[in-house]
């Protein structure tokens, strides 16, 4: 993997940049659309690429259970067996320690506020706290697989192994991200964990890597929730470990505003002539503010996981193709956006397939979606190019 910086803002922190893998070379800033289980739900690997998603992130927790790390690597790899044409990431594995864990029990998000509801003070994750459905050590964490019940144990050798099997071009160290109910003691403990794993998951991918015809680059992943000195901490600690590049995860604060002081925390002490990833942040109203921080690549499931529920991002918000408004509508999405779905379908067809329940409608939804949040991206490298972002 090669970065190069092309330009940096004299307004901000962001950049535009060109990362160059053995699958393809990605334009920076740039979303990176979740294909969970090697795949971007409802979309065929051809189609991927005509939304103009550059890279993809995989999951490697979902893609041990099923089909599981071996078969995909008697198959050649992630890209030949899903013949995926992007480069490709795989998570290590670290968001489910959160998703199955804290955030199932609490019901709460990355940022709290985005969640509805007040968690009472009783939720609150503190030392000794563990989650239900599984057990977090300083060795890794045992999960209960949400397949067949089987137990499981992820650490971060295993997950390493298990993602140099899956092949994708980069992948990530193990972590623990942390919920944004936990008090600061436990993000203590925490955060000594996940630098424990993130060592011994750079050094465990450099030993796989020798034998690699392909090498992988990893990202370091930063920690430390909302805390200020912890963030600095972790970014300066990350930094020095000697990653290909970083992840910033973990929970973000309580606010969208929150969100943003940990990054202008966070990305000043990493090395800038290595990418930056925000992990599991995008929502369209996020997209320039992450990117004034430094933030080159970003993971999100909004395009996908509402157009899989009836809603379409268009240029004055949002629609929402369940409401009968639209079953009589014979305007496209939207007029501006030049998708093939905006050029050859109405609004009122797509709102009777969804009336109809016939799965065509999310498969439509979710391919204009990803077209106008890649486009929006690519406005907003515009704005850097010319100078006024």
Same mark, same amino acid.
Not at 196 to 210: C, D, M, P, V
Not at 213 to 235: M, N, T, W, Y
């Given at each position: 993997m090669?970065?190069?910086?092309?330009? +940096?803002?004299?307004?901000?922190?962001?950049?535009?940049?060109?990362?160059?893998?053995?699958?393809?070379?990605?334009?920076?800033?740039?979303?990176?659309?979740?294909?969970?289980? $090697?795949v971007?739900?409802?979309?065929?690997?051809e189609?991927?690429?005509?939304?103009?998603?550059?890279i993809?992130? $995989?999951?490697?927790?979902h893609l041990?259970?099923?089909?599981?790390?071996?078969?995909? +690597?008697?198959? %050649?790899?992630?890209?030949?067996?899903?013949?995926?044409?992007?480069?490709?990431?795989?998570?290590? %594995?670290?968001?489910?320690?959160?998703?199955?864990?804290?955030?199932?029990?609490?019901k709460?998000g990355?940022?709290?506020?985005?969640?509805?509801?007040?968690?009472?003070?009783?939720?609150?994750?503190?030392?000794?706290?563990?989650? *239900?459905?599984?057990?977090? !050590?300083?060795?890794? =964490?045992? &999960?209960?697989?949400?397949?067949?019940?089987?137990?499981?144990?992820? %650490?971060?050798?295993?997950?390493?192994?298990?993602?140099?099997?899956?092949?994708a071009?980069?992948?990530?160290?193990?972590?623990?991200? !942390?919920?944004?109910?936990?008090?600061?003691?436990?993000? /203590?403990?925490?955060?000594?964990?996940?630098?424990?794993?993130a060592?011994?998951?750079?050094? /465990? $991918?450099?030993?796989?890597?020798s034998?690699?015809?392909?090498?992988?680059?990893?990202?370091?992943? =930063? *920690?430390?929730?909302?805390?200020?000195d912890?963030?600095?901490?972790?970014?300066?600690?990350?930094?020095?470990?000697?990653?290909?590049?970083? %992840?910033?995860?973990?929970?973000?604060?309580?606010?969208?505003?929150?969100?943003?002081?940990?990054?202008?925390?966070?990305t000043?002490?990493?090395?800038?002539n +290595?990418?930056?990833?925000?992990?599991?942040?995008?929502?369209?109203?996020?997209?320039? $503010?992450?990117?004034?921080?430094g933030?080159?690549?970003?993971?999100?499931?909004?395009?996908?996981?509402?157009?899989?529920?009836?809603?379409?991002? =268009?240029?004055?918000?949002?629609?929402?193709?369940?409401?009968?408004?639209?079953?009589k509508?014979? +305007?496209?999405?939207?007029?501006?956006?030049?998708?093939?779905v905006?050029?050859?379908?109405?609004?009122?067809?797509?709102?009777?397939?969804?009336k109809?329940?016939?799965?065509?409608?999310m498969?439509?939804?979710? &391919?204009?979606?990803?077209? &106008?949040?890649? !486009?929006?991206?690519?406005?907003?490298? /515009?704005?850097?190019?010319?100078?006024?972002?």
């Amino acid at each position: 993997m090669k970065f190069t910086i092309l330009k +940096k803002s004299k307004k901000s922190r962001a950049r535009l940049g060109i990362l160059e893998t053995e699958h393809g070379v990605v334009e920076t800033p740039s979303l990176v659309p979740v294909a969970t289980r $090697a795949v971007v739900k409802t979309l065929t690997s051809e189609e991927v690429k005509a939304t103009k998603s550059q890279i993809l992130i $995989a999951n490697t927790f979902h893609l041990h259970l099923r089909p599981g790390e071996d078969i995909i +690597k008697s198959q %050649g790899g992630i890209h030949k067996f899903s013949k995926l044409p992007v480069p490709i990431m795989t998570d290590s %594995g670290g968001f489910q320690v959160f998703s199955l864990g804290f955030g199932r029990d609490t019901k709460v998000g990355k940022v709290l506020k985005i969640f509805p509801g007040n968690p009472s003070t009783s939720l609150r994750v503190k030392i000794g706290s563990q989650p *239900q459905f599984l057990k977090i !050590t300083d060795e890794g =964490v045992h &999960f209960q697989s949400p397949v067949d019940g089987k137990k499981l144990f992820l %650490g971060p050798k295993e997950s390493i192994k298990i993602q140099e099997k899956i092949g994708a071009d980069v992948i990530f160290s193990f972590d623990e991200c !942390t919920s944004p109910l936990s008090d600061r003691k436990y993000i /203590e403990e925490s955060l000594k964990r996940t630098h424990i794993w993130a060592k011994i998951s750079l050094t /465990e $991918a450099l030993r796989l890597r020798s034998g690699r015809k392909l090498p992988q680059a990893i990202f370091g992943i =930063v *920690q430390g929730s909302s805390f200020k000195d912890l963030r600095e901490e972790s970014s300066r600690y990350i930094n020095s470990l000697g990653f290909d590049g970083y %992840g910033i995860g973990g929970d973000l604060g309580s606010t969208k505003e929150d969100m943003k002081n940990i990054l202008s925390w966070t990305t000043p002490h990493l090395n800038e002539n +290595k990418p930056r990833h925000l992990l599991g942040i995008g929502y369209l109203e996020d997209i320039e $503010a992450i990117i004034k921080q430094g933030v080159d690549l970003f993971d999100c499931t909004v395009p996908t996981h509402y157009g899989r529920r009836g809603i379409a991002f =268009v240029s004055s918000g949002k629609l929402n193709l369940r409401q009968a408004i639209y079953f009589k509508d014979k +305007k496209p999405l939207d007029k501006n956006c030049g998708c093939d779905v905006c050029n050859n379908y109405s609004r009122s067809y797509i709102s009777h397939l969804f009336k109809a329940e016939e799965i065509t409608g999310m498969r439509l939804l979710t &391919f204009h979606n990803l077209y &106008f949040f890649n !486009t929006f991206v690519e406005g907003v490298r /515009e704005k850097i190019k010319k100078g006024i972002l």
